[in-house]
Nanobody, 123 residues
Framework: VQLQASGGGLVQAGGSLRLSCAASGRSFSGYGMGWFRQAPGKEREYVAA???????YYTDVGKGRFTISRDNAKNTVDLEINSLEPEDTAVYYCAAKWSYRLSTWSAKNIEYWGKGTLVTVSS
């Protein structure tokens, strides 16, 4: 079972990025899928998730400039980030968990992690 994130890179403040996560090894159609991020020297924090049925949840971190979406047929989940800020610099990890209670997710209870993709925002 693998979750492979991509789409990170170096971008100027105010720009946009679209991160993508592809799942392989099994179908995640019944799983919630989401994104976390970890900035240098900080704990991994929850950004957003989407249920198998398409219900989305955003933490305070993810509200406003982040949009999560998924394609069950392709086993992918995307995270679009607009109006990027230097504070968004982090490694972004995709995650999967068998749970409809998206608000209860935390870095400590995720079942599957991707390897992460680095987003660097220059000022």
């Amino acid at each position: 079972v693998q979750l492979q994130a991509s789409g990170g890179g170096l971008v100027q403040a105010g720009g946009s990025l679209r991160l993508s996560c592809a799942a392989s090894g099994r179908s995640f159609s019944g799983y919630g899928m989401g994104w976390f991020r970890q900035a240098p020297g900080k704990e991994r924090e929850y950004v957003a998730a989407v249920s198998s049925g398409g219900t989305t949840y955003y933490t305070d971190v993810g509200k406003g400039r982040f949009t999560i979406s998924r394609d069950n047929a392709k086993n992918t989940v995307d995270l679009e980030i607009n109006s990027l800020e230097p504070e968004d610099t982090a490694v972004y990890y995709c995650a999967a968990k068998w749970s409809y209670r998206l608000s209860t997710w935390s870095a400590k209870n995720i079942e599957y992690w991707g390897k992460g993709t680095l987003v660097t925002v220059s000022s």
